[in-house]
């Protein structure tokens, strides 16, 4: 297949997805055009396109304080400012929509009505793929009305919607944008199981100078992602284990001295290290129940079933979120949504 793909920016946690499914599309001998502001080399055995933007601020669907006046959520703009950022992604789409089967735009923003707009104009298929990050501002009031009824309009018009889990589809989208159930794939964020395995785990402890044990918990630090919920259980298992934070937020500072010396916060490191990290910690954590403490610290303290478990793990992810079986899974899906020639 020829396929385009529209991106916001570099991303970091759809962007590494965006970048994986491109590498295994490429790999599979699929025409692959990405497109985002500062592509750079992009990811190799695809055409990488860099769109420039006017001025000096990256559009985002998730605000990092630490980025300054250099960055600003597309939820907060006035329907003027996105729209005018909105242009420069749809010349860099209409530049190479005459040579693709179909367009894939990811999140519910600039990107859903730069697809929308230049897919429609072109008779080309396009599907939307919408991250929790890109569309939970709406939920909270964020989005200039006559902005967010473009990329509603976008959501409804699309050939079909991708997401990563039933509650992205069921709890975030479906509840404020009528679209129906079959439209939807959920198609899981993939794990590479040359980079996530047990022995990838090296060095890292000494590098960043951790114990043989620990907790971590890497993502963004915004209240969505449930950081807060982590540093709260803290408290049942510190005197086992410290818990180790990867990733930046709104909330770091406020987090940090809640958890005081039950563990760190290591912000932004590298895609390897971050592998090497969450391969080598002792329990991972994400969206926490409330009991959440004290089933780390029970499973902290027993060995057997951690090893289980992690075997299990390695079991379920081989069948399950590999990579190569997902966007194959993806593949087909997009064939049947794109007209017969």
């Known amino acids: 297949m020829r396929i385009a793909i529209l991106l916001l920016n570099s991303g970091r946690g759809s962007g590494e997805v965006v970048r994986a499914h491109c ?78 089967d179909i367009v894939i735009g990811h999140h519910a923003n600039l990107c859903a009505i730069a697809t929308a707009r230049v897919a429609r104009r072109h008779g080309k298929p396009y599907v939307l793929f919408l991250h929790g990050t890109g569309i939970e501002p709406r939920h909270t009031g964020g989005y200039d009305d006559a902005l967010w009824a473009e990329i509603e309009n976008a959501i409804v018009q699309a050939s079909g919607l991708l997401v990563t889990t039933r509650y992205v589809r069921d709890e975030l989208v479906r509840s404020i944008v009528p679209v129906p159930e079959e439209r939807f794939l959920i198609l899981p964020c993939g794990i590479d199981l040359d980079a996530f395995h047990p022995d990838a785990a090296r060095d890292i402890a000494a590098k960043y100078d951790l114990p043989p044990r620990y907790v971590i918990c890497p993502g963004a630090l915004v209240a969505a992602k449930g950081p807060q919920n982590v540093v709260a259980a803290s408290e049942q298992y510190a005197s086992i284990a410290p818990t180790i934070f990867i990733g930046a937020g709104e909330l770091r500072a406020e987090l940090e001295r809640e958890l005081g010396d039950r563990g760190r916060f290591l912000g932004f490191v590298s895609a390897q290290d971050k592998a090497e990290l969450i391969c080598g910690a002792t329990i991972l954590t994400d969206r926490n129940p409330v009991a959440l ?49």
């Open 23 to 100: 590498r295994y599309l490429a790999e599979a001998q699929h025409d692959v055009i990405l497109m985002h502001p500062n592509v750079g080399d992009g990811v190799p055995g695809c055409r990488n396109i860099d769109i420039e933007l006017h001025g000096g601020i990256m559009p985002v669907h998730e605000y990092l304080p630490s980025a300054g006046d250099k960055q600003k959520p597309v939820s907060s703009m006035s329907f003027d400012e996105a729209m005018a950022y909105a242009t420069h992604y749809e010349a860099a789409l209409e530049s190479v929509v005459d040579d693709v």
């Open 293 to 341: 403490g004290n089933a780390i610290a029970a499973l902290l303290e027993d060995d057997p079933r951690r090893t289980r478990m992690a075997l299990a793990g390695r079991t379920r992810a081989t069948a399950n979120y590999h990579y190569p079986s997902l966007v194959n899974e993806l593949v087909s899906w997009l064939q049947q949504r794109t007209p017969v020639t």
